[in-house]
């Protein structure tokens, strides 16, 4: 079973869920919104079926409403900024305006954060640069139970660690859509499996192990203890290379922001923190600015050309299919499974909030 909302109807029942729970109205609006958006964007895993654990998270009191961005260390290009627990979407969209102010007057800017609460959809941030014609490049931590292998490892040990890239495509009249790559170093992000899990379906096999370290296609096994009290993990992607990306956005996101490493036993907190480094830059400033978009368009354009492999509908560049699952769930809606309805009404149960 599964109800389906109109994204305006929908943002305004998770709106009103973290008015109830201390926020103000401005920033219950802007979170909700990035909410739903992920979902508008094909991500559930990111969308509205965080709620309840925001929710969890502000009960705990690791999740503090209504906190801006703090300003740790300011040199000009280089900013050092703490989320001081506040909600991701809030302190993450601060961070990346404060980047902005930077870019126009140096042409780049370098900046970490820390202590945010989870920031969602990276994907998002990069949105945002690539809208004003710059790159971004964002590696990330992730602050909770660990729920991903290291490669050859048999239990969880850090988090989905994502990665993302912003690339603006062309210039001017030649502008096209922009190269959006956002992942999680897992094979698969922890949320999908959520998902997964709450529909009562399975995932494909050398996606998880289970308590024991066994290969299982069961997502439950990294949603609800198991058989020993423990959890099962997600596996990395790429082997060996994807194990060393998430080893790098947890020094770089973690340790260099000075949020931290994990590397502790897990906790049943439903706080998430996040660190972030990121890179934007704007390529005019390089000297390289006609040429940089004359090439982006040639190369994507170049790929495009490729002839379709059999049973595939061809060659799709990174941002693709977010900009068409927006389209389609736009029109028709978005479709929340019964049991993360159930979650959210009975988060909102706990605030008193009427959805």
């Given at each position: 079973?599964?109800?389906?909302?109109?994204?305006?109807?929908?943002?305004?029942?998770?709106?009103?869920?973290?008015?109830?729970?201390?926020?103000?109205?401005?920033?219950?609006?802007?979170?909700?919104?990035?909410?739903?958006?992920?979902?508008?964007?094909?991500?559930?895993?990111?969308?509205?079926?965080?709620?309840?654990?925001?929710?969890?998270?502000?009960?705990?009191?690791?999740?503090?409403?209504?906190?801006?961005?703090?300003?740790?260390?300011?040199?000009?290009?280089?900013?050092?900024?703490?989320?001081?627990?506040?909600?991701?979407?809030?302190?993450?969209?601060?961070?990346?305006?404060?980047?902005?102010?930077?870019?126009?007057?140096?042409?780049?800017?370098?900046?970490?954060?820390?202590?945010?609460?989870?920031?969602?959809?990276?994907?998002?941030?990069?949105?945002?640069?690539?809208?004003?014609?710059?790159?971004?490049?964002?590696?990330?931590?992730?602050?909770?139970?660990?729920?991903?292998?290291?490669?050859?490892?048999?239990?969880?040990?850090?988090?989905?660690?994502?990665?993302?890239?912003?690339?603006?495509?062309?210039?001017?009249?030649?502008?096209?859509?922009p190269f959006v790559l956002d992942f999680a170093t897992s094979r698969v992000a922890q949320g999908k499996m959520r998902v997964a899990h709450n529909e009562g379906k399975e995932v494909a096999p050398g996606t998880l192990i289970d308590e024991h370290g066994a290969p299982t296609t069961r997502p439950?096994?990294?949603?609800?203890?198991?058989?020993?009290?423990?959890?099962?993990?997600?596996?990395?992607?790429?082997?060996?290379?994807?194990?060393?990306?998430?080893?790098?956005?947890?020094?770089?996101?973690?340790?260099?922001?000075?949020?931290?490493?994990?590397?502790?036993?897990?906790?049943?907190?439903?706080?998430?923190?996040?660190?972030?480094?990121?890179?934007?830059?704007?390529?005019?400033?390089?000297?390289?600015?006609?040429?940089f978009a004359e090439e982006t368009l040639a190369f994507l354009d170049w790929l495009r050309e490729s002839p379709s492999a059999p049973g595939t509908d061809g060659v799709k560049i990174a941002g693709e299919p977010e900009r068409a699952a927006r389209v389609a769930r736009k029109a028709n809606g978005?479709?929340?499974?019964?049991?993360?309805?159930?979650?959210?009404?009975?988060?909102?149960?706990?605030?008193?909030?009427?959805?």
């Amino acid at each position: 079973m599964a109800i389906t909302l109109p994204p305006q109807v929908l943002e305004d029942k998770i709106t009103a869920l973290f008015v109830a729970a201390g926020s103000s109205a401005q920033e219950a609006r802007q979170v909700a919104a990035n909410l739903v958006l992920a979902n508008l964007s094909g991500h559930d895993s990111h969308g509205v079926g965080m709620a309840p654990r925001y929710i969890d998270a502000i009960h705990e009191k690791g999740l503090i409403p209504n906190t801006a961005l703090a300003v740790r260390l300011d040199s000009g290009m280089l900013l050092g900024l703490d989320g001081q627990k506040g909600y991701g979407q809030i302190v993450g969209v601060q961070a990346m305006e404060l980047a902005f102010e930077r870019v126009a007057q140096h042409g780049a800017c370098i900046f970490s954060l820390s202590r945010a609460h989870h920031l969602g959809r990276i994907g998002h941030f990069a949105e945002m640069a690539v809208a004003r014609g710059w790159i971004s490049l964002h590696f990330v931590n992730v602050l909770s139970r660990p729920v991903v292998a290291a490669w050859h490892g048999g239990d969880g040990r850090y988090g989905t660690n994502p990665c993302c890239i912003g690339i603006p495509v062309g210039v001017g009249d030649a502008q096209r859509e922009p190269f959006v790559l956002d992942f999680a170093t897992s094979r698969v992000a922890q949320g999908k499996m959520r998902v997964a899990h709450n529909e009562g379906k399975e995932v494909a096999p050398g996606t998880l192990i289970d308590e024991h370290g066994a290969p299982t296609t069961r997502p439950g096994v990294v949603v609800v203890p198991q058989s020993n009290g423990r959890y099962g993990a997600l596996m990395p992607f790429g082997e060996h290379k994807g194990f060393g990306m998430a080893v790098a956005c947890e020094l770089l996101g973690g340790a260099l922001s000075g949020g931290g490493t994990w590397h502790r036993e897990a906790d049943n907190k439903r706080s998430v923190y996040n660190g972030m480094l990121t890179i934007v830059i704007d390529p005019k400033a390089l000297g390289t600015g006609a040429a940089f978009a004359e090439e982006t368009l040639a190369f994507l354009d170049w790929l495009r050309e490729s002839p379709s492999a059999p049973g595939t509908d061809g060659v799709k560049i990174a941002g693709e299919p977010e900009r068409a699952a927006r389209v389609a769930r736009k029109a028709n809606g978005v479709v929340v499974d019964d049991a993360t309805w159930g979650e959210i009404v009975a988060a909102a149960g706990k605030v008193g909030a009427a959805i």
